[in-house]
């Protein structure tokens, strides 16, 4: 099931909080020592940054799924996001030792994150505020510059009500030659029975994504039959042919952009697993390098305003983080478990 660590930070005492939740999800990741402190340095200095220089904010941990030439395997994200001033020069940030406050920052700041952390990325606007990512794996990975970004790429963030354990939301992808397939569900309703429901969806699609979106909504009916059910969208990016196929059934939001426009995708009433259609049909369009794809479930507010200054070429969790963000405020707060999720088309390697 979806494990989620969410963790506010608005004193001093969160600090440790974060912590000791970067060291539970290195467990159930399967970490050793040494990248479990890993886990814990970054997640000390993210919490830390977020009181100096954002007046708090929250830290989100999760578990995600790589697959590479190391084989199939967890490994934790972590994402920091805060309403706070923002960055107004995000080079000089990442050097070490820099601070915007009197005090001296704690360690080197986010240049030790970067150089610890397998995957780092940042986006922070002035007046909006900023979100950080991390993912600590396994094994630190060896870092090779000359490497391209892959062409595409999915991530997601996920946050339960209530700060529990587990979110009824779940999101995956599978990537498999020139075809990426993502997929979202949220179970009916919320908690451990919801979390079923969509972990029964995620943990059969690595089956499933060599189909069809429709056919890959009809083959789930049956693996979802025994649980609550679940609202779910599937979206495929065929690289080779430049398209993206849609299908959803449910109440999950999908935004495509491309060439700079949004526009929205829809999804067919019903449950997948309980009342869901007979036929689906699939909506395809282009799918260029500087595409994104927005899935969601409806923790989201249905009129949220899509980030116009987040690049194609960001990592797609801090897409879908700063989307979370800035949908949300303490006047609004969130009613159900909430995920987003975002796949990219990569777009061109940022300094």
């Keep these: 099931m979806s494990r989620v660590w969410d963790v506010p930070v608005d004193d001093?005492?969160?600090?440790?909080?974060?912590?000791?939740?970067?060291?539970?999800?290195s467990a159930w990741a399967g970490l050793?020592?040494?990248?479990?402190?890993?886990?814990?340095?970054?997640?000390?200095?993210?919490?830390?940054?977020?009181l100096r220089h954002a007046?708090?904010?929250?830290?989100?941990?999760?578990?995600?799924?790589?697959?590479?030439?190391?084989?199939?395997?967890?490994?934790?994200?972590?994402?920091?996001?805060?309403?706070?001033?923002?960055?107004?020069?995000?080079?000089?940030?990442?050097?070490?030792?820099?601070s915007t406050t009197v005090a001296a920052s704690l360690g080197a700041g986010l240049g030790t994150c970067r150089r610890t952390a397998d995957d780092f990325d940042l986006h922070s606007a002035v007046g909006r505020g900023t979100v950080v990512l991390a993912r600590i794996d396994r094994e630190a990975a060896v870092r090779h510059p000359e490497t391209p970004s892959?062409?595409?790429?999915?991530?997601?963030?996920?946050?339960?009500?209530?700060?529990?354990?587990?979110?009824?939301?779940?999101?995956?992808?599978?990537?498999?030659?020139?075809?990426?397939?993502l997929l979202l569900a949220d179970g009916l309703g919320h908690g451990e029975k919801a979390a079923e429901a969509s972990t029964a969806a995620v943990t059969a699609l690595r089956g499933l994504a060599e189909l069809p979106p429709p056919e890959i909504l009809r083959r789930l009916g049956p693996v979802l039959?025994?649980?609550?059910?679940?609202?779910?969208?599937?979206?495929?990016?065929?690289?080779?042919?430049?398209?993206?196929?849609?299908?959803g059934i449910g109440n999950v939001g999908a935004r495509?952009?491309?060439?700079?426009?949004?526009?929205?995708?829809?999804?067919?009433?019903?449950i997948v697993g309980a009342q869901a259609p007979a036929n689906v049909r699939v909506q395809s369009g282009p799918w260029h390098p500087d595409s994104l794809l927005v899935l969601h479930s409806d923790g989201l507010p249905g009129r949220w305003s899509?980030?116009?200054?987040?690049?194609?070429?960001?990592?797609?969790?801090v897409v879908a983080a700063v989307v979370l963000r800035d949908s949300g405020s303490a006047a609004r707060p969130v009613r159900d478990d909430t995920c987003v999720a975002v796949l990219n088309g990569g777009g061109s390697p940022r300094a």
């Design 55 to 98: 007046e708090g904010g929250h830290v989100l941990i999760s578990l995600v799924d790589r697959t590479d030439d190391r084989g199939p395997r967890s490994c934790v994200q972590l994402l920091s996001l805060d309403h706070g001033p923002g960055i107004p020069d995000v080079a000089a940030a990442m050097r070490d030792g820099y």
């Design 12 to 25: 001093s005492t969160r600090v440790r909080d974060v912590r000791v939740a970067a060291e539970e999800a």
């Design 32 to 50: 050793p020592a040494h990248r479990t402190a890993s886990a814990a340095l970054v997640a000390t200095e993210l919490a830390t940054n977020l």
């Design 150 to 181: 892959p062409p595409a790429r999915a991530g997601g963030v996920n946050v339960p009500l209530g700060r529990a354990a587990h979110s009824g939301d779940a999101w995956a992808a599978v990537r498999s030659g020139d075809r990426l397939t």
């Design 225 to 247: 039959r025994p649980t609550r059910g679940a609202a779910v969208a599937v979206a495929r990016a065929d690289l080779s042919a430049g398209r993206l196929d849609f299908a």
């Design 306 to 317: 899509p980030p116009e200054d987040v690049l194609p070429a960001c990592d797609p969790a």
């Design 256 to 270: 495509l952009r491309t060439g700079g426009e949004w526009e929205p995708l829809l999804s067919y009433p019903g």
